[in-house]
């Protein structure tokens, strides 16, 4: 690779949002496609481990670093082309993904509003199926560029191709595939989406389903995740965080019945469990669960130095003097109390690099 550091200069804390990360044996930048294929072909034709690094909001990295090469994606572009009512939008890999999301506001399309806030880049939002207050990106995306390493080719996967389901997709769990760039499919009218979430309803006083002007919609959705610390900003540690860490857990209908008993053993018959239709199962909330665990927010760990937010129970954050392994202490406690006490085992949302549960 052509740019090098040495490991203290390319330590991953200073890349992540939760700022926790050890060194890396190497560090580059791709600033287009050509350069970011070329470079991904180069270290996999080396043999050498390569770790992509887009805006770190998503990775919780060992203490220890990557024994390998780091290539951050910093690749640039926007455009759009109308077909009628439709209005489709191309925005490359290393595109800040809230900028973008403004950016389509301004530009008075409609559909990704309320994705508004969300920390990283363009090129993770199909890997995980990002989603917030009723939407997906999977409802408006219509295809995915990337470069495929196992042969070793450009190619355009269509959405049906990628496998979309809660927070995954074909690339998730999987390296082989190197987004390039996404096409999503808007509306041009200034209105959002239908609103689907009551929390964005209430706080928009309009009913379930009504379109309104999306930059409102925008503005309403910044502000509900300020008030949860899911809006980055370096003075709050309770954004010094992977977001939610945890994924609502999915129950399959076999396993229903036994589990809301057993929590309503615990918690009382007579208290409402949070569910959600789900693909072959129920949805339950992953935030109400641990509460009732007992891990409340603000919930402390190894010393204080690492804790669940103070404003959202999902989010664990690093207080300022925190090492990757007090992280992972503290997600063992919570995994296991919910475990524990529900018979309902959590997953991390977050990519583990070099560590694990």
Request: some cysteine; glycine content about 12%; aromatic content about 4%.
């Amino acid at each position: 690779m052509s740019t090098l550091r040495s490991p203290a200069q390319a330590a991953l804390r200073e890349h992540t949002t939760l700022r926790l990360g050890g060194p890396a044996v190497r560090f580059d930048e791709a600033t287009t496609s050509d350069d970011l294929v070329a470079k991904v072909r180069a270290a996999d034709d080396g043999g050498e481990p390569l770790l992509l690094l887009g805006g770190g909001s998503n990775l919780v990295v060992a203490d220890e670093g990557f024994d390998g090469a780091v290539l951050k994606i910093s690749t640039k572009g926007r455009s759009l082309s109308q077909d009628g009512p439709i209005v489709r939008v191309t925005a490359e890999a290393g595109e800040n993904w809230d900028e973008f999301v403004e950016w389509t506001v301004r530009e008075g399309l409609g559909g990704l509003e309320c994705l508004s806030g969300i920390p990283g880049l363009v090129g993770a939002t199909p890997i995980q199926n990002v989603g917030a207050y009723g939407f997906e990106i999977g409802d408006l995306l219509r295809s995915v560029r990337l470069y495929d390493r196992r042969m070793g080719e450009v190619r355009t996967l269509v959405k049906e191709q990628l496998r979309l389901g809660y927070r995954t997709s074909v690339l998730k769990g999987t390296d082989h595939g190197v987004v390039l760039s996404i096409d999503v499919d808007l509306h041009g009218d200034g209105l959002s989406s239908p609103i689907r979430y009551a929390e964005l309803a209430k706080r928009l006083d309009v009913e379930i389903g009504a379109r309104v002007p999306t930059a409102s919609v925008r503005d309403a959705v910044l502000d509900l995740r300020r008030g949860k610390g899911m809006v980055l900003d370096p003075a709050d540690h309770d954004t010094w965080s992977a977001g939610s860490f945890f994924t609502n857990p999915i129950l399959p209908e076999a396993r229903v019945a036994a589990v809301l008993a057993r929590i309503g053993e615990v918690v009382g018959d007579d208290v409402p469990v949070p569910q959600y239709p789900a693909d072959n199962g129920v949805k339950l909330s992953a935030a109400w669960l641990i509460e009732r665990a007992g891990f409340g927010k603000g919930h402390q760990g190894a010393g204080g130095r690492v804790s669940l937010s103070t404003k959202h129970t999902l989010a664990l954050t690093n207080r300022g003097s925190a090492t990757t392994a007090d992280l992972l202490e503290l997600a063992r406690e919570v995994r296991d109390g919910v475990e524990n006490r529900f018979g309902v085992e959590l997953h991390p949302e977050p990519l583990l690099i070099n560590c694990g549960l």
